[in-house]
C-alpha cells in the first residue's frame, strides 16, 4: 500500500504556473507508476499526465501536452507536475496516483492507491 499526499495547490491567473508536489510513504517508490488525475465540479475525473518507475517514459492527455510536465524522484519518493499556462476550464481538485503493474496508463480503473488532492483555482 502506498500513502500519497499532494501538495502546492492554490490560485493562479489564467496564463500562469503552478507546481504540484506528491509525496509517497512506501518502500520502493521506484516499483510504481505514477499518475496526475483531475476532477472539476459536476465532471468526472480525468487522467492528465503519467510517468514511468524510472521517469524516462512520459504520457499525457492531449489538453495538457507543451504546457505540464511530469516528473519524478525516486530518491525523494516524490512526483511532481509543473503546470504552465494554466487555463480557468482547468480548475480542479489535482490528484496524485500510483500504480505498481502494467504500464503508463490513462486509466482510472489502473491506479489503486490515491492521494487526497490538493485544490488548482485558475483565475480568468
Known amino acids: 500500500q502506498v500513502q500519497l499526499v499532494e501538495s502546492g495547490g492554490g490560485l493562479a491567473q489564467a496564463g500562469g504556473s503552478l507546481r504540484l508536489s506528491c509525496a509517497a510513504s512506501?518502500?520502493?517508490?521506484?516499483?510504481?507508476?505514477m499518475g496526475w488525475f483531475r476532477q472539476a465540479p459536476g465532471k468526472e475525473r480525468e487522467f492528465v499526465a503519467a510517468?514511468?518507475?524510472?521517469?524516462?517514459?512520459?504520457y499525457y492527455a492531449d489538453s495538457v501536452k507543451g504546457r505540464f510536465t511530469i516528473s519524478r524522484d525516486n530518491a525523494k519518493k516524490m512526483v511532481y507536475l509543473q503546470m504552465n499556462s494554466l487555463r480557468p476550464e482547468e480548475t480542479a481538485v489535482y490528484y496524485c496516483a500510483a500504480q505498481r503493474w502494467g504500464t503508463m496508463t490513462p486509466l482510472i480503473s489502473e491506479y489503486g492507491n490515491w492521494g487526497q488532492g490538493t485544490q488548482v483555482t485558475v483565475s480568468s
Open positions: 510517468i514511468s518507475r524510472s521517469g524516462d517514459s512520459t
Open positions: 512506501v518502500r520502493t517508490f521506484s516499483n510504481y507508476y
